[in-house]
């Protein structure tokens, strides 16, 4: 049998996190469990981990804290689980880089079909395993890297080099925010329109010569966006 993705389970509440490990466990992943940030830094140093599924309020740090660390040093998916429906809006709004959003009590089967969706997302389809190059910048895929035409490496959080990666992937072609969502996130129940029109304004900061007028990512009104350098 493949070796199964290893997710990380991070809960202070003995029940929930008791809870989700046994439903992992069923599924056949291996499992690993902490109760605090400090456990799950410890953890993360020592293993590799596919996925973290990580609790908002932990008793010494707070988990938007971790899940910033997380996107930034580690290639984990990560599912923010939350007591309360409208820390959701805070976490979508501080845009720490997590795949997806789970609020508890949360549907056992409602929480796996996350996790594998998003198990399945990290793992990069088969058209976007090469190096793309446009007007200078190269974006290479098996590396999740961005470079800038003077060579210097510039920081995508994962949803944003996903977001990328769609766009530059089919130069020309109009992409629909909600083609682009699916391509960047799991959730179907978030405000569609305002997380992909934030993240493509992120983009725009970080490549475009003037983000206010911007070149590479147009905004086709009514419609979508479409990736347009001027070597496609
Ligand atoms: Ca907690």
Do not use: C
């Not at 008793?59 to 984990?76: C, I, K, M, N, Q």
């Not at 429906?85 to 079909?113: C, H, N, Q, S, W």
């Not at 305002?194 to 493509?200: A, H, K, M």
């Amino acid at each position: 049998m493949p070796d199964r993705e290893r997710i990380l389970v991070v809960e202070d509440e003995p029940s929930t996190r008791a809870i989700l490990v046994k439903l992992l466990v069923a599924e056949g992943y291996p499992v690993g469990a902490a109760d605090t940030a400090a456990q799950a830094r410890a953890l993360l140093a020592a293993e590799t981990f596919s996925l973290v599924l990580l609790d908002l309020n932990l008793p010494d740090d707070d988990g938007l804290t971790l899940a910033r660390e997380l996107s930034r040093h580690h290639r984990t998916g990560i599912i923010m689980v939350s007591g309360r429906a409208d820390d959701m809006d805070r976490i979508i709004g501080l845009e720490v880089g997590a795949d997806d959003y789970v609020t508890k009590p949360f549907v056992p089967r409602e929480l796996m079909a996350r996790v594998r969706t998003v198990l399945r997302r990290l793992s990069p389809p088969t058209e976007l395993t090469g190096v793309l190059k446009f007007e200078g910048w190269t974006l290479d895929m098996p590396g999740r890297s961005l470079h800038r035409p003077d060579g210097r490496q510039v920081h995508l959080t994962r949803a944003e080099f996903d977001l990328l990666a769609r766009l530059a992937s089919q130069p020309g072609r109009v992409h629909t925010r909600h083609q682009l969502l699916t391509a960047v996130s799991s959730r179907d129940w978030a405000p569609v329109d305002r997380t992909i029109d934030v993240l493509v304004s992120r983009l725009r900061r970080k490549i475009e010569v003037d983000p206010k007028s911007p070149r590479l990512i147009l905004t086709l009104s009514g419609h979508g966006y479409k990736f347009t350098p001027s070597d496609a």
